[in-house]
């Protein structure tokens, strides 16, 4: 993923797209940020399915920005905050469809062996270990609260 990321800077820099390389700097050292956060953690190691995650949090971050934006009649930030969740969604794994996520929290369900919300956890940490970065857990707990009720 940093291969990549560097190789992306690379070529938008002779490209002349200063924006680009702008979002492209600022996931870099979001990435940075993200691995001394985990120095300290048992396994410092930062995975891919970290970095997805990371990059979806950014997501996240910017179409709430470009929301408060359009609110506040600023349609040009707004639109500058869209670009950047554009160029971010490149480096994103591929987003798993609505009824791709039933499907797989339906397999989970049985694979755990959960009946009931005491077991809406083990469900959402299987989710997050195997999916990270691919769907927008907030939507998938309401997806598994339904099934498990």
């Given at each position: 993923?940093?291969?990549?990321?560097?190789?992306?800077?690379?070529?938008?820099?002779?490209?002349?797209?200063?924006?680009?390389?702008?979002?492209?700097?600022?996931m870099q050292s979001a990435?940075?940020?993200?691995?001394?956060?985990?120095?300290?953690?048992a396994d410092p190691t930062?995975?891919?399915?970290?970095?997805?995650?990371?990059?979806?949090?950014?997501?996240?971050?910017?179409?709430?920005?470009a929301k408060i934006y359009?609110?506040?009649?600023?349609?040009?930030?707004?639109?500058?905050?869209?670009?950047?969740?554009?160029?971010?969604?490149?480096?994103?794994?591929?987003?798993?469809?609505?009824?791709?996520?039933?499907?797989?929290?339906?397999?989970?369900?049985?694979?755990?062996?959960?009946?009931?919300?005491?077991?809406?956890?083990?469900?959402?940490?299987?989710?997050?270990?195997?999916?990270?970065?691919?769907?927008?857990?907030?939507?998938?707990?309401?997806?598994?609260?339904?099934?498990?009720?």
């Amino acid at each position: 993923m940093r291969d990549k990321l560097m190789d992306a800077v690379k070529e938008a820099m002779k490209a002349k797209q200063p924006h680009r390389i702008s979002t492209i700097r600022m996931m870099q050292s979001a990435i940075k940020d993200l691995e001394i956060a985990n120095r300290t953690k048992a396994d410092p190691t930062t995975s891919d399915g970290d970095i997805a995650s990371l990059l979806s949090k950014l997501v996240k971050q910017r179409e709430e920005s470009a929301k408060i934006y359009d609110e506040g009649g600023r349609p040009e930030l707004a639109a500058k905050e869209r670009e950047e969740i554009a160029i971010i969604g490149e480096f994103m794994p591929k987003q798993l469809s609505e009824t791709e996520v039933i499907e797989i929290i339906k397999g989970i369900i049985a694979e755990t062996g959960a009946t009931s919300m005491k077991d809406m956890g083990k469900v959402m940490s299987a989710l997050k270990e195997r999916y990270p970065g691919q769907l927008d857990f907030g939507k998938a707990s309401g997806q598994i609260k339904g099934l498990l009720s």
